[in-house]
């Protein structure tokens, strides 16, 4: 179908209201092309994107450099971690700088930093260019703001202001999302019928998945850095094979020795270390890339997000219970690396968010879904921070058995026959 024709098919659909056509929401949007508003307004959203990835990950990395200019502790990198991978951390880390401002010792760290701040201002700046979404203004009664802003969108995408024909418009039935304004009430109203038949049992179900994925990857992925740096720093100086949890174990800030003969407890001070291994940064491009393969393989058998999610899981819990039992660094590390693939597992639960919900419920159920998903991983990286380095074991046991009651979970997911993309 042309341009034209699919234009004054669209101005045919149009209604009478008041001796003014009125054009549904649609209808009006598809007539304001698609330009450089919308190229703009995608490319804003990736650096927005890209800002969270470095907000979930990359401050790894800087907390392993500043872990002596700042005395960190397993812990408190496990906190600094959980708040909110690049090329830029191997090239900024390995300037060597020191400079004094305003009672300040900037660093190298400090420098990445800012540098990983980028993202984040470049997309607000964008972001301050570009209207309220008009389908929001819509909804809430706003028609004429929101014809306004579809004729800027227009013109912006190369038309002109005078041939946009969209006087008036309204929402079809279907399209509604039913705000009224930024209530409890109205906050309810969409989240209630979430937890209440026969909406209840999938909820509990798919936030429960979300909850063991995010915590039991998240939790060691989001301080992966400081894990490799630890590995790749203490692996060669080590005169007899350690096992992957005694690296970690032997990497604590304070050894304490209690003499039993005199119950004299000696505290050992080791020597801080605030350099990263460029096999830390090598490590995390590589795990960074390999993902990004697995994921597209994973993608060719999207059809069968059940028996990926059960197979991934109990695979997961496998390599975590053999990270320690192998009693050697480095295959401990490869089965860590095979128990950090229960990311794949991400993409196949949200999945479900779409297939098993109606359209009205699936926008909520999935914004639900990330608050769950960034609690878990908020909480679980301070309890695993605090744990690993003194309870490895006793860990990475409690990760594998929690990622078994996910793989058990996701047994009552529907048959993947029936989970209709």
Same mark, same amino acid.
């Given at each position: 179908?042309?341009?034209?024709?699919?234009?004054?098919?669209?101005?045919?659909?149009?209604?009478?209201?008041?001796?003014?056509?009125?054009?549904?929401?649609?209808?009006?949007?598809?007539?304001?092309?698609?330009?450089?508003?919308?190229?703009?307004?995608?490319?804003?959203?990736?650096?927005?994107?890209?800002?969270?990835?470095?907000?979930?990950?990359?401050?790894?990395?800087?907390?392993?450099?500043?872990?002596?200019?700042?005395?960190?502790?397993?812990?408190?990198?496990?906190?600094?971690?959980?708040?909110?991978?690049?090329?830029?951390?191997?090239?900024?880390?390995?300037?060597?700088?020191?400079?004094?401002?305003?009672?300040?010792?900037? #660093?190298?760290?400090?420098?990445?930093?800012?540098?990983?701040?980028?993202?984040?201002?470049?997309?607000?700046?964008? $972001?301050?260019?570009? *209207?309220?979404?008009?389908?929001? $203004?819509?909804?809430?009664? #706003?028609?004429?703001?929101?014809?306004?802003?579809?004729?800027?969108?227009?013109?912006?995408?190369?038309? +002109?202001? /005078?041939?946009?024909?969209? +006087? @008036?418009?309204?929402? /079809?039935?279907?399209?509604?999302?039913?705000?009224?304004?930024?209530?409890?009430?109205?906050?309810?109203?969409? &989240?209630?019928?979430?937890? @209440?038949?026969?909406?209840?049992?999938?909820?509990?179900?798919?936030?429960?998945?979300?909850?063991?994925?995010?915590?039991?990857?998240?939790?060691?992925? &989001?301080?992966?850095p400081t894990i490799f740096n630890v590995f790749f720093t203490s692996y060669a100086s080590q005169e007899s094979s350690?096992?992957?949890?005694?690296?970690?174990?032997?990497?604590?800030?304070?050894?304490?020795?209690?003499?039993?003969?005199?119950?004299?407890?000696?505290?050992?001070?080791?020597?801080?270390?605030?350099?990263?291994?460029?096999?830390?940064?090598?490590?995390?491009?590589?795990?960074?890339?390999?993902?990004?393969?697995?994921?597209?393989?994973?993608?060719?058998?999207?059809? @069968?997000?059940?028996?990926?999610?059960?197979?991934? $899981?109990?695979?997961?819990?496998?390599?975590?219970?053999?990270?320690?039992l192998t009693g050697e660094a480095i295959s401990g590390l490869l089965f860590f690396y095979i128990f950090l693939t229960?990311?794949?597992?991400?993409?196949?639960?949200?999945?479900?968010?779409?297939? $098993?919900?109606?359209?009205?419920? #699936?926008?909520?159920?999935?914004?639900?879904?990330?608050?769950?998903? #960034?609690?878990?991983?908020?909480?679980?990286?301070?309890?695993?921070? %605090?744990?690993?380095?003194?309870?490895?074991?006793?860990?990475?046991? %409690?990760?594998?058995?929690?990622?078994?009651?996910? %793989?058990?979970? %996701?047994?009552?997911?529907?048959?993947? *026959?029936?989970? @209709?993309?």
């Amino acid at each position: 179908m042309t341009t034209d024709k699919k234009d004054k098919d669209i101005e045919m659909s149009g209604r009478i209201e008041n001796n003014v056509k009125c054009y549904s929401y649609e209808d009006a949007l598809d007539m304001t092309g698609h330009g450089k508003y919308n190229k703009g307004l995608l490319f804003a959203c990736f650096m927005l994107i890209i800002a969270m990835g470095i907000d979930i990950y990359g401050l790894g990395i800087i907390v392993t450099v500043a872990t002596c200019d700042l005395g960190l502790n397993f812990q408190q990198i496990g906190i600094l971690s959980s708040m909110p991978f690049a090329v830029w951390a191997y090239l900024i880390t390995k300037l060597n700088f020191t400079i004094y401002i305003m009672g300040i010792v900037y #660093r190298p760290w400090r420098l990445l930093t800012l540098v990983m701040a980028l993202p984040l201002g470049i997309g607000a700046l964008l $972001l301050w260019y570009f *209207s309220e979404s008009p389908k929001f $203004l819509a909804n809430v009664g #706003r028609t004429d703001e929101a014809v306004a802003i579809l004729k800027r969108m227009y013109v912006i995408n190369g038309g +002109e202001s /005078e041939k946009y024909p969209v +006087e @008036k418009i309204y929402l /079809e039935e279907g399209s509604k999302d039913h705000v009224d304004g930024l209530t409890l009430r109205s906050l309810w109203e969409q &989240i209630a019928p979430l937890f @209440k038949p026969p909406l209840l049992k999938r909820t509990l179900l798919l936030y429960y998945l979300t909850f063991v994925v995010y915590i039991a990857n998240n939790s060691f992925a &989001i301080i992966l850095p400081t894990i490799f740096n630890v590995f790749f720093t203490s692996y060669a100086s080590q005169e007899s094979s350690s096992s992957f949890c005694e690296l970690l174990s032997d990497e604590a800030n304070n050894v304490t020795i209690t003499d039993s003969s005199n119950t004299t407890i000696i505290q050992q001070e080791l020597d801080c270390k605030d350099s990263i291994s460029d096999n830390t940064i090598f490590a995390g491009c590589a795990h960074g890339l390999s993902f990004f393969v697995l994921n597209a393989l994973i993608s060719q058998c999207a059809k @069968k997000p059940k028996v990926l999610t059960i197979t991934i $899981l109990v695979i997961a819990a496998v390599a975590a219970i053999l990270i320690d039992l192998t009693g050697e660094a480095i295959s401990g590390l490869l089965f860590f690396y095979i128990f950090l693939t229960t990311a794949m597992v991400f993409g196949l639960v949200s999945s479900y968010f779409v297939t $098993l919900y109606p359209t009205s419920y #699936r926008g909520m159920v999935a914004c639900l879904g990330m608050m769950v998903a #960034r609690l878990s991983a908020f909480g679980g990286t301070n309890l695993v921070s %605090a744990l690993v380095g003194r309870a490895c074991g006793a860990t990475l046991y %409690a990760a594998a058995a929690l990622v078994i009651s996910g %793989a058990v979970a %996701a047994w009552f997911l529907p048959p993947d *026959s029936d989970a @209709k993309g």
